[in-house]
Nanobody, 121 residues
């Protein structure tokens, strides 16, 4: 069992940066791949980035490649999403999730409550 709590969201101007954090509780955090997803108003939840259990590989959706970086610290039971060069279209609620390395929502068993990111133009 893993409980996830996101933080770090907020309001930022286009071109700015934010760093999201996702703190986990539970003893098995390091055994899970971690993912970040987002959901904009009126749209379906979509994959943003994922990282393997040991941090050796990262995956990104095309629209954030070169701008976002996912990382994790297993000792701190925390996964991060560094977001640079933010665009208004990045505005969404961002969720972290624990599961099997994948871009599919169904492959993640545990989810946080989400944190709002708003990018103004």
């Amino acid at each position: 069992q893993v409980q996830l709590v996101e933080s770090g969201g907020g309001l930022v101007q286009a071109g700015g940066s934010l760093r999201l954090s996702c703190a986990a509780s539970g003893r098995t955090f390091s055994s899970y791949a971690m993912g970040w997803f987002r959901q904009a108003p009126g749209k379906e939840r979509e994959f943003v980035a994922a990282i393997t259990w040991n941090g050796s590989r990262q995956y990104y959706t095309d629209s954030v490649k070169g701008r976002f970086t996912i990382s994790r610290d297993n000792a701190k039971k925390t996964v991060y999403l560094q977001m640079n060069s933010l665009k208004p279209e990045d505005t969404a609620v961002y969720y972290c999730a624990a599961g099997t390395i994948s871009a599919r929502i169904s492959d993640y068993a545990y989810w946080g409550q989400g944190t709002q990111v708003t990018v103004s133009s």
